[in-house]
């Protein structure tokens, strides 16, 4: 089967052609193949070219579109269209123009512009922001992801020495970087710098001893994993969970002491009004002081159960709770005069009460059980049974021990605790805020903990390669850079990165060769991209990328 044109004289002269599908069949009588006409499609100046397209469209979904393409090729003796290969280039290219709107290449031009690398360090330092958000590896793994695994953008071939010196200088350059894209996200999202989150976390590394002089010490493990070296990591976030700054400290390092360092690292931004908010780990009377420094304010959880006497007096003081949301009930309360004036707001969650009491009497079953089980003891296993009952994290709470030994339940402590249930405390030194702003500017610190959380899944910021202190820095810094882009993302779209990356990721770029030459071409967004880069107020991707003619 095969289109053919046919030509026709006029009376006139004119010569008129036609256009008409058609196969050859033998004749029975002369042994001769002749056409077998099966459609006209009618003169060749006037067809219906649409048509035509919605047929050709229509045979095509019974071909693979390599077949297609090869069938495309060599109609009329043309060269052949080879299809190469096609990897994502979606997400890239929505991190690339969010990394460009943010003026991170233009904030690292200005720090190197009395410098000379003959190294791609701006594109190889987004190689390694974009391979934490998109496909998270080693720094060989991204020299590796680079090459062959997605459409960067990239005009110069990035080698794995060309991430290490991007490393070295972007920490060279950290803290102007650090400010000149705050501000940049700042303008961009028109962001109020009145609320300023912050919160540390710690990741370990697999080695068996600790640094005599550097980074990795053991300390308080919020992974569980105290047999292991650690670094302390501070994150300071706004309330819309835009991330402001990290810091990357010794892993010995106390939540206590990170507050002067973190406090003075950003007086110089000139934040204006600025009300920090941080956990119940950070509340001392010497953090209180450096947070009040240069007309700060802050917004800190205390300790409900350290039995200070004025936290004491606080869970005392009289008076009703006020609902200000859904399971959110409070009530302020103000001790002492003068200098030592402090204000408090005492917070209860009716439904976390609930489950506080259930949890407890879920205890004390299990104390009883306990009780029970060690009542006829005697001896060494008895004494042992005994103190480790006492000394139990949770159950030990709850006991008391007689002069005789034995020890029993202490009735007195668990209507102590139930006084507790649901309840926290929060103290602040601004004035200004509501007791209701304050309780949910706390409320709000669960942003920090969920950006903790994109940094240790999504962007995979352990297992960390690096040995040496500036690498482990850089590295932390990096994770931090594509943790901005990603939460750029997910506030001015609305959606969670794990959609936008699935979404973009669909987005391929396909390779063809053939004689002619080569040929780089998208696939066509499809009506989510299209929405997506749209409320990032990105232009969709050209379909045709890059032609490169053979000579």
């Given at each position: 089967?095969?289109?053919?044109?046919?030509?026709?004289?006029?009376?006139?002269?004119?010569?008129?052609?036609?256009?008409?599908?058609?196969?050859?069949?033998?004749?029975?009588?002369?042994?001769?193949?002749?056409?077998?006409?099966?459609?006209?499609?009618?003169?060749?100046?006037?067809?219906?070219?649409?048509?035509?397209?919605?047929?050709?469209?229509?045979?095509?979904?019974?071909?693979?579109?390599?077949?297609?393409?090869?069938?495309?090729?060599?109609?009329?003796?043309?060269?052949?269209?080879?299809?190469?290969?096609?990897?994502?280039?979606?997400?890239?290219?929505?991190?690339?123009?969010?990394?460009?709107?943010?003026?991170?290449?233009?904030?690292?031009?200005?720090?190197?512009?009395?410098?000379?690398?003959?190294?791609?360090?701006?594109?190889?330092?987004?190689?390694?922001?974009?391979?934490?958000?998109?496909?998270?590896?080693?720094?060989?793994?991204?020299?590796?992801?680079?090459?062959?695994?997605?459409?960067?953008?990239?005009?110069?071939?990035?080698?794995?020495?060309?991430?290490?010196?991007?490393?070295?200088?972007?920490?060279?350059?950290?803290?102007?970087?650090?400010?000149?894209?705050?501000?940049?996200?700042?303008?961009?999202?028109?962001?109020?710098?009145?609320?300023?989150?912050?919160?540390?976390?710690?990741?370990?590394?697999?080695?068996?001893?600790?640094?005599?002089?550097?980074?990795?010490?053991?300390?308080?493990?919020?992974?569980?994993?105290?047999?292991?070296?650690?670094?302390?990591?501070?994150?300071?976030?706004?309330?819309?969970?835009?991330?402001?700054?990290?810091?990357?400290?010794?892993?010995?390092?106390?939540?206590?002491?990170?507050?002067?360092?973190?406090?003075?690292?950003?007086?110089?931004?000139?934040?204006?009004?600025?009300?920090?908010?941080?956990?119940?780990?950070?509340?001392?009377?010497?953090?209180?002081?450096?947070?009040?420094?240069?007309?700060?304010?802050?917004?800190?959880?205390?300790?409900?159960?350290?039995?200070?006497?004025?936290?004491?007096?606080?869970?005392?003081?009289?008076?009703?709770?006020?609902?200000?949301?859904?399971?959110?009930?409070?009530?302020?309360?103000?001790?002492?005069?003068?200098?030592?004036?402090?204000?408090?707001?005492?917070?209860?969650?009716?439904?976390?009460?609930?489950?506080?009491?259930?949890?407890?009497?879920?205890?004390?079953?299990?104390?009883?059980?306990?009780?029970?089980?060690?009542?006829?003891?005697?001896?060494?296993?008895?004494?042992?049974?005994?103190?480790?009952?006492?000394?139990?994290?949770?159950?030990?709470?709850?006991?008391?021990?007689?002069?005789?030994?034995?020890?029993?339940?202490?009735?007195?402590?668990?209507?102590?605790?139930?006084?507790?249930?649901?309840?926290?405390?929060?103290?602040?030194?601004?004035?200004?805020?509501?007791?209701?702003?304050?309780?949910?500017?706390?409320?709000?610190?669960?942003?920090?903990?969920?950006?903790?959380?994109?940094?240790?899944?999504?962007?995979?910021?352990?297992?960390?390669?690096?040995?040496?202190?500036?690498?482990?820095?850089?590295?932390?810094?990096?994770?931090?850079?594509?943790?901005?882009?990603?939460?750029?993302?997910?506030?001015?779209?609305?959606?969670?990165?794990?959609?936008?990356?699935?979404?973009?990721?669909?987005?391929?770029?396909?390779?063809?060769?053939?004689?002619?030459?080569?040929?780089?071409?998208?696939?066509?967004?499809?009506?989510?991209?299209?929405?997506?880069?749209?409320l990032l107020k990105i232009s969709p991707p050209q379909r045709i990328r890059h032609i490169q003619v053979t000579p």
């Amino acid at each position: 089967m095969y289109v053919r044109t046919i030509s026709r004289k006029n009376k006139s002269g004119s010569t008129t052609t036609y256009v008409q599908l058609a196969h050859n069949v033998r004749d029975a009588k002369t042994g001769q193949s002749k056409a077998d006409v099966l459609y006209t499609f009618g003169r060749a100046d006037s067809l219906d070219v649409d048509a035509i397209r919605r047929l050709t469209k229509s045979l095509s979904r019974f071909l693979t579109p390599e077949e297609a393409l090869r069938i495309q090729g060599t109609i009329e003796g043309e060269a052949p269209i080879r299809f190469l290969k096609s990897v994502p280039m979606g997400g890239a290219y929505l991190l690339r123009a969010l990394w460009e709107q943010l003026g991170i290449p233009q904030a690292l031009s200005q720090c190197m512009k009395d410098r000379s690398f003959t190294s791609p360090v701006e594109w190889s330092t987004f190689a390694m922001v974009a391979n934490r958000a998109l496909a998270p590896d080693s720094k060989r793994g991204v020299e590796e992801w680079v090459k062959e695994d997605v459409a960067l953008g990239n005009l110069e071939p990035i080698e794995l020495q060309h991430l290490y010196r991007a490393m070295d200088v972007l920490l060279e350059y950290r803290e102007t970087i650090h400010k000149e894209v705050y501000f940049a996200v700042a303008d961009l999202l028109n962001l109020e710098v009145d609320l300023i989150f912050f919160d540390t976390t710690s990741t370990y590394f697999e080695m068996d001893e600790e640094d005599e002089e550097g980074l990795r010490k053991y300390g308080h493990s919020k992974d569980h994993r105290p047999d292991l070296p650690q670094v302390v990591i501070g994150l300071a976030v706004t309330k819309e969970g835009i991330p402001v700054k990290c810091w990357t400290m010794p892993g010995n390092k106390s939540d206590m002491k990170t507050v002067e360092k973190v406090k003075s690292d950003l007086l110089g931004w000139k934040l204006g009004r600025c009300v920090w908010v941080m956990d119940r780990g950070m509340s001392s009377e010497e953090n209180r002081l450096i947070l009040q420094k240069a007309g700060g304010h802050y917004i800190i959880g205390e300790k409900l159960r350290d039995n200070q006497e004025i936290h004491r007096e606080v869970l005392a003081k009289r008076g009703r709770f006020t609902s200000v949301r859904e399971n959110l009930e409070i009530k302020e309360v103000t001790i002492g005069d003068g200098e030592k004036r402090r204000r408090f707001i005492l917070v209860h969650n009716p439904d976390e009460a609930k489950k506080d009491q259930a949890t407890r009497e879920k205890t004390i079953k299990k104390i009883e059980e306990a009780l029970k089980s060690i009542k006829d003891q005697t001896g060494h296993c008895h004494t042992k049974n005994v103190c480790a009952l006492l000394s139990h994290r949770t159950m030990g709470r709850y006991l008391r021990q007689l002069k005789n030994g034995r020890i029993k339940i202490d009735k007195g402590k668990i209507r102590e605790e139930a006084h507790l249930d649901g309840k926290y405390i929060i103290s602040t030194s601004d004035d200004t805020l509501s007791p209701e702003d304050v309780a949910l500017g706390y409320k709000q610190l669960m942003e920090v903990e969920r950006a903790f959380r994109t940094l240790k899944t999504t962007l995979d910021l352990r297992p960390v390669y690096h040995r040496k202190d500036e690498r482990i820095e850089a590295h932390v810094f990096l994770c931090f850079l594509a943790l901005l882009l990603v939460r750029v993302a997910e506030r001015k779209t609305n959606m969670p990165w794990d959609h936008i990356k699935a979404q973009m990721e669909r987005l391929h770029l396909g390779e063809f060769f053939s004689k002619e030459g080569r040929v780089l071409q998208t696939t066509e967004p499809t009506p989510e991209q299209v929405n997506i880069l749209k409320l990032l107020k990105i232009s969709p991707p050209q379909r045709i990328r890059h032609i490169q003619v053979t000579p």
